[in-house]
């Protein structure tokens, strides 16, 4: 997949229209539901995702700007802003993905060729500003799946599902205890290795499925593992 912010963006609209779709589909009983994340309903992801769409037009603005804005003004602020909009009506949810995704959407387009070389504050430390496209697509990827609402792994696209895989690979193989394994994909004769690549358990089967699985998303049944065991276990994702 490109690391071109501005050809993510076609990526990044067409992630946001299934995301609409599924949210369009939703009554308030659906918005009550539990999510894949533990403690969240549906209602908590879709909050997050809108949160997150001004968190990152706040990181645009800094690339642009040069202004030391963060990404929220505080985590207890993003916390209790997802609290209290995870009860909305799912009218009221619509209207907000759609209004901080075009949000978005005018902040890359406002940012000039230079600003993309800008680092900015992200929640969890520095961060390039030519990743924010990226970070977008991500979030708005897996909280689709964590909506558990008939969006699924397979439905990410190859590119995307290949780049996060190797996104959490790298960042479970630089971790303080990274486990041993060797992630191999469906179809290719492609190896991933994390830690000590020696003797260690080969987990093998689809780009999307092992994706999912090393980021805490899927439990690993269509996952094979040789020699016959246990599945590792993956460290935390971000």
Do not use: C
Request: charged share 20%; aromatic share 6%.
């Amino acid at each position: 997949m490109t690391t071109d912010p501005l050809l993510l963006m076609g990526e990044v609209d067409a992630a946001t229209s299934r995301l609409l779709r599924t949210a369009a589909s939703f009554d308030a009983a659906d918005l009550a539901a539990a999510s894949l994340l533990p403690g969240w309903t549906r209602g908590h992801v879709l909050a997050h995702v809108a949160r997150n769409a001004d968190g990152f037009v706040n990181l645009l603005t800094a690339a642009r700007t040069g202004e030391a804005l963060p990404m929220y003004a505080s985590l207890d602020a993003r916390t209790a802003d997802i609290e209290s909009g995870s009860g909305r009506p799912a009218a009221a949810h619509l209207d907000d993905l759609r209004r901080t995704a075009d949000l978005f959407s005018e902040a890359v387009a406002a940012m000039p060729a230079d600003a993309w070389a800008a680092t900015v504050q992200a929640r969890k430390g520095p961060w390039p500003a030519a990743l924010l496209v990226w970070g977008r697509l991500r979030e708005i990827e897996v909280h689709h799946l964590d909506l558990a609402a008939d969006y699924r792994a397979a439905d990410w696209s190859e590119t995307f599902a290949h780049r996060l895989l190797r996104e959490a690979a790298s960042h479970h193989a630089t971790g303080p205890t990274p486990p041993s394994m060797v992630l191999r994909l469906d179809g290719s004769e492609h190896e991933v290795v994390i830690g000590h690549g020696v003797d260690a358990p080969v987990v093998a089967g689809p780009a999307p499925d092992l994706a999912a699985w090393l980021i805490g998303r899927a439990d690993g049944a269509l996952l094979s593992v040789t020699p016959d065991g246990p599945l590792p276990t993956p460290p935390e994702w971000i």
